[in-house]
C-alpha cells in the first residue's frame, strides 16, 4: 500500500487488490482505502456518518459517475469499517489548481460534472457539507469524483440544520452565523470552487481567519481584473455566491439554464468524452499526473474548521 493522504481521522491508501474479511474476501483492482482511527471517538462517528451515507447512494437507481464509487466496506476492524473507493489516479482539484486558473471551457464542463455530482447527494437527501478542492479527486483522463462524505448530513423531509463541521474559505455565510442550512450551504461551496477554478485565487482569501468570516459574511468578492472573464462566466458566479440562500443557484438544471453553460454538450459531459485542456496539458508538461508532482514535492492543504 502506498500512503496518499492523513486527516485528524483517517488515513488514506492507494493499494492494489484487497483481500478481507469472510463478506469481502478478495477483491481485484486498484483502490483508495480509508482506514480511520480506531481510538478516536470523532472518527467513529465520522465513520458512520459516511457508512450512513453510502448505503443511502448505493439504494438509489440512478448511476452517477462524479460521485466516487464505493467497492467495498470491510469489516476486518471490529470499531470502524474500511473503506474501499475507486481510485482517484489523477490526484485532485487541489493539486490541479496549484497550476493556475483553468479556461472558461474547461470550467463550464466541470461545473456541470461538479453540480451532477452536487444535485445526485441531494436526490437522496444527503448534504456533503465540506465541498472543497481536496475532496474532489481527478480521474486518470482528468474528470471529477466527488468523495469524502464523513461530515455529510442526512436531511430527513429537507429540514434545514445547524452545521459544526466544513472548511473555512468553502463555507456559507449561514453556516458562520450558525444560523440553519439546508443544501444551499453546499451549492455556496460550489460556487467558491467556480470563482477559483476561473481566477486562480480562494474568493475570499484574507491574512486571518477573522478577516475569512468577514469577508463571507459580508459577501465581499473581490473579482480580479485578470484572467479577463465573460460577462456570463462572472454572473454564473455571482449569481451561486448570494448571500440569501434562496437566491442562489442551487440545481442542476438551475446551472444548466444559465447562460454561461449554455454551450455545454451534456452528452459529452455525462458519458466523460469531453477533454479537461488543462489537466491534459499538465500531465503532458510534468510528464505525470498532478497526484504524483505533488507526492514529489511539498503542499499543504487546508484543515476543516470547528
Same mark, same amino acid.
Given at each position: 500500500m502506498?500512503h496518499l493522504q492523513? %486527516?485528524a481521522t483517517a488515513?488514506v ?8 474479511? @469472510?463478506?469481502v474476501?478478495?477483491?481485484e483492482g486498484?483502490?483508495? $482505502?480509508?482506514v480511520h482511527?480506531? +481510538?478516536c471517538? =470523532?472518527?467513529?462517528?465520522? *465513520?458512520?456518518?459516511?457508512?450512513a451515507?453510502?448505503q ?5 437507481? +440512478?448511476?452517477? /459517475?462524479f460521485?466516487?464509487k464505493? =467497492?467495498?466496506? +470491510?469489516?476486518?476492524? *471490529?470499531?470502524? &469499517?474500511i ?11 487541489f493539486d490541479?489548481?496549484?497550476? %493556475?486558473?483553468?479556461s472558461?471551457?474547461?470550467?463550464a ?5 461538479l453540480?451532477s455530482a452536487?444535485s445526485?447527494? =441531494?436526490a ?7 465541498i472543497? &478542492?481536496?475532496?474532489?479527486g ?7 469524483r466527488?468523495?469524502?462524505l464523513? !461530515?455529510a ?6 429540514? /434545514?440544520?445547524e ?6 474559505h468553502?463555507? !456559507? &455565510? ?5 444560523r440553519p442550512? %439546508?443544501? *444551499?450551504?453546499?451549492w455556496?461551496?460550489? %460556487?467558491v470552487?467556480?470563482f477559483?477554478m476561473?481566477f486562480g485565487v480562494?474568493?475570499?482569501?484574507a491574512?486571518?481567519q477573522?478577516e475569512v468570516?468577514d469577508?463571507i459574511v =459580508?459577501?465581499?468578492l473581490?473579482?480580479p481584473l485578470t484572467?479577463?472573464r465573460s460577462?456570463?462566466a $462572472?454572473?454564473?458566479v @455571482?449569481d ?14 438551475a446551472?444548466?439554464?444559465? /447562460?454561461?453553460?449554455?454551450?455545454v454538450?451534456? +452528452?459529452l459531459?455525462?458519458s466523460e468524452?469531453?477533454v479537461p485542456i488543462?489537466y @491534459?496539458?499538465v500531465?503532458?508538461e510534468?510528464?505525470k499526473? /498532478?497526484?504524483q508532482? $505533488?507526492?514529489?514535492g511539498?503542499?499543504?492543504?487546508p484543515k476543516?474548521?470547528?
Amino acid at each position: 500500500m502506498r500512503h496518499l493522504q492523513s %486527516g485528524a481521522t483517517a488515513h488514506v491508501y492507494a493499494c492494489t487488490d484487497w483481500e478481507g474479511d @469472510t463478506d469481502v474476501g478478495f477483491v481485484e483492482g486498484d483502490f483508495a $482505502v480509508k482506514v480511520h482511527r480506531a +481510538d478516536c471517538d =470523532h472518527a467513529r462517528m465520522e *465513520a458512520r456518518r459516511e457508512l450512513a451515507a453510502l448505503q443511502r447512494l448505493k439504494r438509489s437507481k +440512478d448511476e452517477m /459517475p462524479f460521485v466516487v464509487k464505493l =467497492h467495498f466496506v +470491510d469489516n476486518l476492524c *471490529a470499531a470502524v &469499517p474500511i473503506f474501499g473507493f475507486e481510485l482517484c489516479s489523477g490526484g485532485d482539484l487541489f493539486d490541479l489548481f496549484r497550476y %493556475g486558473p483553468l479556461s472558461e471551457k474547461d470550467t463550464a464542463h466541470y461545473a456541470v460534472e461538479l453540480a451532477s455530482a452536487i444535485s445526485h447527494l =441531494h436526490a437522496t437527501n444527503i448534504m456533503h457539507t465540506d465541498i472543497k &478542492p481536496e475532496n474532489i479527486g481527478l480521474s486518470t483522463d482528468g474528470h471529477l469524483r466527488l468523495f469524502d462524505l464523513g !461530515s455529510a448530513r442526512i436531511l430527513e423531509d429537507d429540514e /434545514p440544520i445547524e452545521l459544526s463541521s466544513g472548511t473555512l474559505h468553502y463555507a !456559507s &455565510p449561514e453556516v458562520l452565523l450558525r444560523r440553519p442550512c %439546508g443544501y *444551499a450551504a453546499d451549492w455556496w461551496s460550489f %460556487g467558491v470552487i467556480m470563482f477559483e477554478m476561473m481566477f486562480g485565487v480562494q474568493a475570499f482569501y484574507a491574512r486571518s481567519q477573522d478577516e475569512v468570516v468577514d469577508r463571507i459574511v =459580508h459577501v465581499d468578492l473581490d473579482l480580479p481584473l485578470t484572467p479577463h472573464r465573460s460577462a456570463e462566466a $462572472v454572473k454564473f458566479v @455571482t449569481d451561486i455566491l448570494k448571500f440569501c440562500p434562496e437566491e442562489r443557484l442551487q440545481s442542476l438544471r438551475a446551472c444548466c439554464d444559465h /447562460p454561461f453553460l449554455s454551450q455545454v454538450d451534456l +452528452d459529452l459531459v455525462m458519458s466523460e468524452t469531453w477533454v479537461p485542456i488543462k489537466y @491534459t496539458y499538465v500531465c503532458f508538461e510534468q510528464d505525470k499526473t /498532478p497526484l504524483q508532482e $505533488v507526492a514529489d514535492g511539498s503542499s499543504k492543504k487546508p484543515k476543516s474548521f470547528f
